[in-house]
């Protein structure tokens, strides 16, 4: 009978030990996430600085009021929560980030800059068309993975681990005003596409006399990557299910980019076996790179989530490393 008791006992005080009851406040409201709880995390610091401006407090001043960037910013992440139980959660993050831009030059046609030769005969005089080159950079990561954690106070350790997969690529395309013309009969005559071509840094190349091009667009290989991690982090309650928190993780990845591809047209001088010949129009002209790379990482968490190979692989829950600021419901 005593042995019973004793067991019962012994039950009833583990059960007690290891059944952690969550914290509440003076109002009865619980302050931690608990199971069935969904959570929602950003980046916490634009709040802080906030804050401290306007209460005058360390070196924030003048901070802007937080915002959400959205696909505006390269370290912009959304990341949510799912607890299984009121220590365990399922975590998941989406970054998405994509910039678009067009930079616009006019080309005013004057036959008299250039004696009236080589410029399309049906283009009225002062006529000015615009070149135009937009360029598109993009990258997509996702990541996934479990967390647990520890203690029931405003203060809550966590620890867990998580995988990474992430996209990316960048486009440049080019509009011109004009179409590419053959400039004369004299093959040793330097072409005159540069005289109706803006020069958009590098959309131009070519030997003169041999031959001479302008990009229609480049492709940079795409970029992907796959990393794993494991991580350690802290969140304190200054409400009930709101806290701020912070998180540091370490890991290994793999990045793989593949070849990059271009469109040109342009005038080529010169035969395949290297005869002179007069200036012969080539339109759409492709090609593709035979290069190829891999990059191997491991260390702690990247920065942001620009193009390159190095910076996909992230920190889902805090990009930039700063504070985030965390909501359950």
Do not use: C
């Amino acid at each position: 009978m005593k042995k019973s008791f004793l067991t019962v006992a012994i039950i009833l005080v583990a059960s007690t030990m290891f059944s952690q009851e969550l914290s509440k406040n003076k109002n009865g409201k619980v302050l931690n996430p608990e199971a069935g709880d969904w959570g929602i995390s950003v980046d916490g610091s634009p709040f802080i600085d906030f804050a401290a401006d306007l209460v005058h407090i360390g070196a924030a001043k003048n901070a802007p009021s937080p915002n959400f960037n959205g696909l505006n910013a390269q370290d912009y992440s959304i990341s949510g929560k799912y607890f299984k139980s009121n220590n365990m959660a399922y975590r998941g993050t989406i970054r998405l980030y994509s910039k678009d831009s067009t930079a616009k030059k006019g080309i005013t046609y004057d036959p008299n800059a250039t004696g009236g030769v080589n410029w399309p005969n049906n283009v009225p005089k002062n006529f000015e068309g615009k070149d135009v080159m937009s360029v598109s950079d993009w990258s997509v990561g996702f990541g996934g993975g479990l967390e647990w954690r520890k203690g029931t106070k405003r203060l809550q350790g966590y620890y867990g681990v998580e995988a990474i997969i992430a996209f990316a690529r960048n486009t440049t395309s080019f509009k011109y005003a004009y179409d590419v013309i053959a400039q004369d009969n004299d093959s040793l005559t330097a072409d005159n596409l540069t005289n109706y071509t803006t020069n958009f840094n590098g959309n131009i190349s070519g030997t003169p006399g041999e031959y001479i091009s302008r990009d229609l667009s480049k492709k940079s290989g795409m970029t992907k990557v796959f990393g794993v991690r494991g991580f350690v982090g802290v969140e304190y309650f200054v409400a009930p299910k709101i806290s701020f928190g912070g998180e540091f993780g370490w890991g290994m990845g793999i990045a793989r980019t593949g070849r990059s591809s271009s469109k040109v047209e342009g005038v080529d001088f010169l035969k395949d076996d290297g005869t002179p010949v007069s200036g012969t129009v080539v339109n759409d002209f492709k090609s593709k790179s035979n290069e190829r790379s891999t990059e191997f990482f491991l260390g702690s968490d990247r920065t942001n989530a620009g193009s390159s190979p190095s910076q996909l692989w992230m920190n889902s829950f805090s990009p930039k490393g700063n504070l985030s600021l965390n909501f359950y419901f």
